[in-house]
């Protein structure tokens, strides 16, 4: 068995843990947790058969908030451990539940509310609702995104993106970017390296680049097709790596702000791959160096930490 282990110079050698990324399977109920430093894989939590878990964000307690599309469609609360605490954080939405998660700058939850056509905030000390915001143009909310206090929502069927300001009482919004022909399906966006949108779709198997400012199209970031990969599930930047994350079926893929695959890792017991977020452990104040690469052969990986076997993790 090969794992990929990420060398990173810069980085402070006191650190509370690893660079973690948690992902949801939608068809696989499952919630499985990648280590980014030795590529290590395990479960950390399996819902209800067909809770079909989609959005996924973990606060600074290490609180996971996963959305359902099945089970109640809302959003459930997980307190990791040994024999994991899941509880329902949210009442249902119904209309298929919640997409894509974020928090907001004081800490409360936001939801794209799929075809319930709104964004939703939620209190985050008890899951009551604090607000819902719309605009006329908006439809079925998919992918979600924030960048301070700026919101962006993707439509999965139109391919519009929708920019709401936070702080406007109550929030206002507009239709960005208008049924975008590159867009196929879109189900995840993020802010990246250089405050451009960056929107996944799940059937053209690419990750398109537009202007966060007026919407314009300014091509194709990863064209993951051409690499052999069918769909694009969640998306995000996480700027202390200064790396792209994108899942889809048993696997998450990694690229550089250039658009290129980095690292590819993999678990059995993801399915149907969907939300995907990144956990940076205190401090993460010390500059990410360059990143070398060793590879280890392992007869046994035994590292077991929240999340699922991972059979490997590649590299190219």
């Known amino acids: 068995l090969i794992a990929v282990i990420a060398i990173t110079g810069g980085l402070e050698s006191a650190r509370a843990g690893n660079l973690t990324a948690y992902v949801t399977g939608r068809d696989s109920d499952n919630i499985v947790t990648f280590d980014l430093m030795t590529g290590a894989s395990e479960v950390v939590a399996t819902l209800v058969p067909n809770a079909r878990p989609r959005g996924i964000v973990v606060d600074g307690s290490g609180i996971i908030y996963v959305s359902t599309q099945g089970d109640n469609q809302n959003i459930k609360r997980i307190t990791p ?19 894509q998660l974020a928090f907001d700058p004081s800490g409360n939850l936001l939801a794209a509310g799929a075809r319930s056509r709104v964004v939703f905030r939620y209190d985050i000390t008890d899951g009551s609702v604090i607000d819902t915001f719309t605009e006329s143009g908006c439809c079925n909310l998919a992918g979600l995104a924030i960048n301070g ?13 929708h920019k709401f300001d936070l702080t406007q009482d109550p929030v206002t919004g507009f239709e960005l970017v208008t049924n975008a022909s590159q867009l196929d399906e879109a189900i995840g966006i993020t802010v990246g390296h250089n405050g451009n949108l960056f929107v996944s779709s799940t ?19 990863v064209d993951a097709a051409v690499l052999g990969v ?28 250039s658009g290129v695959l980095t690292n590819t890792y993999q ?7 969907r939300g995907v977020t990144i956990v940076v452990p205190e401090p993460a104040s010390s500059t990410l160096g360059a990143i070398g690469l060793v590879i280890v052969g392992f007869t046994s990986l035994a590292w077991r930490r929240r999340d699922d076997t991972s059979r490997r993790a590649t590299t190219r």
């Open 81 to 99: 451990g040994s024999t994991p605490l899941i509880e329902h954080f949210t009442a249902s939405i119904g209309n298929f539940g919640p997409a």
């Open 149 to 161: 206090t700026d919101v962006y929502a993707v439509e999965i069927f139109q391919g519009s993106i």
């Open 203 to 221: 059937l053209n198997s690419r990750i398109e680049e537009f202007d966060s400012v007026d919407g314009s199209y300014l091509g194709t970031f």
């Open 230 to 257: 069918a769909g694009t599930g969640g998306l995000r930047y996480e700027p202390f790596l200064d790396r792209y994350y994108s899942v889809t079926g048993d696997r998450m893929f990694e690229y550089n702000s």
């Open 267 to 273: 678990s059995d017991l993801l399915e149907g791959a």
